[in-house]
Structures are given as structure tokens and as C-alpha cells.
């Protein structure tokens, strides 16, 4: 039982490039959610799914966008990389929000 | 406005010694609280969570716990190991939302020293 794999575990960007935070869950989970951890600050929600083609914005939405075409996988895509958008990644999934959130190992990623 | 404030930030303390870490909230309607901890380089794993009616909540050497009328949860370390250093985050969720409205604090880093 693999929980939630989330691709790459690094990745460095130059500002201006694209590229696609990939996320995946085994666990037949409807929910889940994106977010980003900067040093000093709690985990700030960007994205979020209830389900297979359903999403919505979270509290920092901007300069990302996300798809679910299936109930596994997830991805963020960042459509034109900036410095602020350096930070580590975490992809979660849920059964139940209220019971509790399954994270990923997180992506590091730095824009230059 | 719904925040979550952790105490201390940082804390270092010796191997085999306890330690309290405390996290306030004001977050309406309240739904539940739970105690993460993160790894350093890894995503938070769930310690307890406990609802409007539990006021304490058990896990090994873990204990957390809730007082709703003054809106304060601790975390109790009992007999630390150096495997416990990492940071420990308070997650309060509100009712209402499809995502459940989680209201992360910002941690307390704690190091376990030998």
C-alpha cells in the first residue's frame, strides 16, 4: 500500500518555465488537496478536490492550476514559474476531511 | 478571523526528559483538533485527533490534550527519544467547507538532544 506518492522529490526551475507537481493515492480516497509550507508559516491550502472532475481554490490559488480526470491522481501544474512560488509541495488525500488527512513526502521545488 | 497559534516555536530538550508543547486556537464552529508531526523532509503523519466532547487522547508516549471551553490543546512527550525531534503541528478543523477547513498552526520545532 504505496499511500500518496507525490513526483519529483526536487525539482529546480528557472522563472518563466512550466512544469507539473504530479500526485498519486491507492487508497480510493475522494478528497484531495495541494498544498505549500514556507519556513515560518502553517500549510496554506491551494487547491482541492472532492472528487473525479470537481475542483476548487484554496487560500493561495494563484499561478497554479490543477485537473482530476481520475479519483488517483492529482497534479499541480505551475504555468509560468516565479521566485515566490519557491517552497516545499505537499499532496494529501482524505476518506473524510474530518477524520483526518494522508500526506505525501512533499516536493521541494525552487524557482531561480 | 479563525487562527491557530503554537508555543513555544523551538525547543531543545534532553533525552529521556518530558516536555509540553501548547497550541491556542480561535477557530468557530469548531470541529475537531489534531496533533501532526513532521519529519524533517517528510510530509506530517497524524498523532490524535479528539472532538468537542474528548479532553484527552493517548498514542504510546503521546498525549494530547483539550480544554474547548478556553480553547487550548497541549501535546505531552513523555521519556523522549531522539526520534521525536521533529516539528509538531496543531491542525484545528471548522465545520462547514468541503474540505474539511483545516486551520494549520506553524509548529513548535523540537530537538531531542543526547
Known amino acids: 500500500n504505496a499511500g500518496v506518492t507525490q513526483t519529483p522529490k526536487f525539482q529546480v526551475l528557472k522563472t518563466g518555465q512550466s512544469m507539473t507537481l504530479q500526485c498519486a493515492q491507492d487508497m480510493n480516497h475522494e478528497y484531495m488537496s495541494w498544498y505549500r509550507q514556507d519556513p515560518g508559516m502553517g500549510l496554506r491550502l491551494i487547491h482541492y478536490s472532492v472528487g473525479a472532475g470537481i475542483t476548487d481554490q484554496g487560500e493561495v490559488p494563484n499561478g497554479y492550476n490543477v485537473s482530476r480526470s481520475t479519483t488517483e491522481d492529482f497534479p499541480l501544474r505551475l504555468l509560468s514559474a516565479a521566485p515566490s512560488q519557491t517552497s516545499v509541495y505537499f499532496c494529501a488525500s482524505s476518506y473524510e476531511p474530518a477524520w483526518g488527512y494522508t500526506f505525501g513526502s512533499g516536493t521541494r521545488l525552487t524557482v531561480v | 478571523k479563525n487562527q491557530v497559534e503554537q508555543s513555544p516555536q523551538s525547543l531543545i530538550i534532553l533525552e529521556g526528559k518530558n516536555c509540553t508543547l501548547q497550541?491556542?486556537?480561535?477557530?468557530?464552529?469548531?470541529?475537531?483538533l489534531r496533533w501532526y508531526k513532521q519529519d524533517t523532509g517528510r510530509g506530517p503523519v497524524s498523532l490524535t485527533i479528539?472532538?468537542?466532547?474528548?479532553n484527552t487522547k493517548s498514542n504510546g508516549r503521546y498525549t494530547a490534550t483539550l480544554d474547548a471551553d478556553t480553547k487550548q490543546s497541549s501535546l505531552h512527550i513523555t521519556a523522549s527519544q531522539l526520534s521525536d525531534s521533529a516539528s509538531y503541528i496543531c491542525v484545528v478543523s471548522a465545520y462547514g467547507g468541503s474540505q474539511g477547513n483545516l486551520i494549520f498552526g506553524k509548529g513548535t520545532k523540537l530537538s531531542v538532544k543526547p
Open positions: 479528539m472532538t468537542f466532547s474528548e
Open positions: 497550541c491556542n486556537y480561535t477557530v468557530s464552529p469548531f470541529s475537531n
